[in-house]
């Protein structure tokens, strides 16, 4: 009965997130039925457990979603994002159009821009250009899916979405973590999902099948007089972002004493160690020089009317319902923790112990509950702060390094994130004024081949050693 409690109350988190309730209302609401079903006091659990856990998750990523959503919106009102992308699908054109789309999303999310403005920046010239070629408007979530969701997402090391950023909080590495297996999973993420993307094309040129009648959401023409960015201009942010993060993670050596005058403030600090933050440190501080560099370069193409203003009053606003959704969600991880019922799913988690190391079990963990709250950032962030020091201890006595342990937890967090209800699925078929029924089916199929290449990659490391 304990573990039912549980997993109805995980039943009914789903189900509201899926007919669109905010999780930051409904989280501590069925944290706390599951905390009462089992004779925990509701007002202690609520404050002592559930808002404990929140408040420390919001201290911890809060600068990165903040400037994560700034720079995003900065790069799409600046046009740099858009003369990326536009640059992109003018030179590969038609007849390779599905690439064009996919990797126009691909190189704006590595370089640092929030998955949600790559939607909003890549849909109008994806959507004209697939119009022009005669390509079904159905495929273009799909390509979206492809070039965001996934393989610069979370498993390319160095990208600097809050996926790849998460786990090193938790296991004390950085953004760079086990690269050849983020890059060899990655690839074949790119080629399988390409493959597929371009069998669905293929198979509707079949059929006779064109871009089709559709109403909702379309591109209007550009305006004459818009000139957007030299791509080479517009990139420059992103490659700063990436190199000055990069070298603050794997380069520079970042000195513990640095805490030395707050501890001897006696102040309650999170961390002991600074290997611990490096890794949210060095995001922070190169998305600052990108902010920056991308408001000198496109400075001129915010509107005149409250221009500047608008593009980081709206980031950072928007930053705090992305953060504050995970939030809620860590908070309920946390309540379910505590809770009788939990330690025989634990234990049922733990115990899957296929290749002897903790890979499998973290996969499964972080994985589903991402799919069952409908977020990678909040499935990972509920896993690995329920289970990160059981899998580090088990990693630990085997000799295995925590790089592999981050790779995997990122990786496994963009698998089946993507289900129905998850926001960015709604808010990608929103904005390409499409539906589940039509475009889902795709977006379904990247779903499978990330979640799939986890085990690929972890396949890799208990043969070769590799990461």
Known sequence: MEVLGILLSLFLLMFMAYMGFSVILFAPVFALLAAALQGLPVMPSYTELFMAKAVVYVKAFFPVFMLGAVFGKVMEDTL???????????????????????????????????????????????????????????????????????????????????????????????????????????????????????????????????????????????????????????????????????????????????????????????????KRVVGIWALVIALVFGIVLALALGYKNLSKDQGLQKALNVGAIGSLLAIMNTASEVGYGNVIAALPGFKSIATFLLGIKIGGTPLVSEAVSVTTLAGITGSASGGMSIALDLMSKDWLAWANSIGMSPEILHRVASMASGGCDTMPHNGAVITLLAVCGLTHKTSYIDIFAMTVIKTFMVFVVIALYLLTGIY
């Open 80 to 274: 740099l994002a858009k003369g990326i992308s536009h640059a992109i699908m003018e030179k590969l054109g038609h007849k390779h159009a599905v690439l064009a789309v996919v990797l126009s999303c691909a190189i704006l999310t590595y370089g640092g821009v929030s998955l949600f403005v790559v939607v909003f920046a890549v849909y109008p010239f994806a959507a004209a250009l697939f119009k022009e070629a005669n390509i079904p408007k159905r495929l273009v979530p799909g390509c979206i899916a492809l070039g965001s969701f996934t393989f610069t997402m979370d498993a390319f090391p160095g990208t600097p979405q809050i996926q790849n950023i998460i786990p090193t909080n938790f296991y004390g590495t950085n953004a760079y973590a086990a690269p050849i297996a983020g890059i060899f999973g990655g690839v074949l993420i790119f080629i399988i999902g390409m493959w597929w993307l371009e069998w669905r094309r293929k198979k509707a040129l079949d059929k006779g099948e064109g871009y089709g009648e559709h109403t909702l959401m379309e591109p209007l023409p550009a305006a004459a007089d818009i000139k957007l960015p030299k791509w080479y201009i517009a990139i420059l942010p992103l490659v700063l972002v990436l190199a000055i993060n990069f070298y603050l993670s794997r380069v520079y050596t970042w000195d513990n004493s640095i805490l030395a005058p707050l501890l001897g403030m006696k102040l309650p600090l999170m961390v002991a160690d600074v």
